[in-house]
């Protein structure tokens, strides 16, 4: 089974900051990659497909990156509502494996 | 709008089962592969099975293989999954999602979640 190993495990950041997330799956799949953002006591959303598609109604200071074994989730200038934890996903290869997560919460 | 609602969680003892609904309208159900996904408490995301549109084919993690079934009636627009054998390792919020194999290969719309809890 492939592994995905999210880095770092939290961040602390302030509005308006960039904020850079890690992904590395263990064997190489090519573009198919997906993030989650999950606010706290609600449901996981969708952002980013296909590694650096953006999915509809999100806003485009996500954006993603990467191909075979290393990807990446950048969030341009934080918002107080970025505050969330996010998640990488194996997409389209069973298992579908998650990372561990990334909580982003304030400096 | 699509809408997923979960339900059938509680709480049940080690060894028990335990059956999990999930109703969905606002999209044709039969065209979309769906999951279920599980978070332990303060934990992170599990995949724990997806069943194609059809039902032909089903797909679970190793952790619940054997114990828990995957299942949908198109006809009810409703997904199930049929838990036996409970583990107290199985204590989790349980979400449904769309999962749409191409071109996103990810989970495009999620439900708020069942809690399902294992304990004596």
């Known amino acids: 089974d492939i592994q995905m190993t999210q880095s770092p495990s939290s961040v602390s950041a302030s509005v308006g900051d960039r904020v850079t997330i890690t992904c590395r799956a263990s064997q190489g799949i090519g573009t198919w990659l997906a993030w989650y953002q999950q606010n706290p006591g609600k449901a996981p959303k969708l952002l980013i497909y296909t590694a650096s598609s953006l999915q509809s109604g999100v806003p485009s200071r996500f954006s993603g990156s990467g191909s075979g074994t290393d990807f990446t989730l950048t969030i341009s200038s934080l918002q107080p509502e970025d505050f969330a934890t996010y998640y990488c996903?194996?997409?389209?290869?069973?298992?579908?494996?998650f990372g561990g997560g990334t909580k982003v919460d304030i400096k | 709008e699509v809408q997923l609602l979960e339900s059938g969680g509680g709480l049940v003892q080690p060894g028990g089962s335990l059956r999990l609904s999930c109703a969905a309208s606002?999209?044709?159900?039969?065209?979309?592969?769906m999951s279920w996904v599980r978070q332990a408490p303060g934990k992170g995301l599990e995949w724990v099975s997806t069943?194609?549109?059809?039902?032909?084919?089903?797909y679970s993690a190793d952790s619940v293989k054997g114990r828990f079934t995957i299942s949908r009636e198109n006809s009810k627009n409703t997904l199930y999954l049929q838990m036996n054998s409970l583990r107290p390792e199985d204590t989790a919020l349980y979400y449904c999602?769309?999962?749409?194999?191409?071109?996103?290969?990810?989970?495009?719309?999620w439900g708020q979640g069942t809690l399902v809890t294992v304990s004596s």
């Open positions: 606002g999209f044709t159900f039969s065209s979309y592969a």
């Open positions: 999602a769309t999962y749409l194999v191409a071109p996103t290969g990810a989970h495009d719309h």
């Open positions: 996903q194996l997409a389209n290869s069973f298992p579908l494996t």
């Open positions: 069943i194609t549109g059809s039902g032909g084919s089903r």
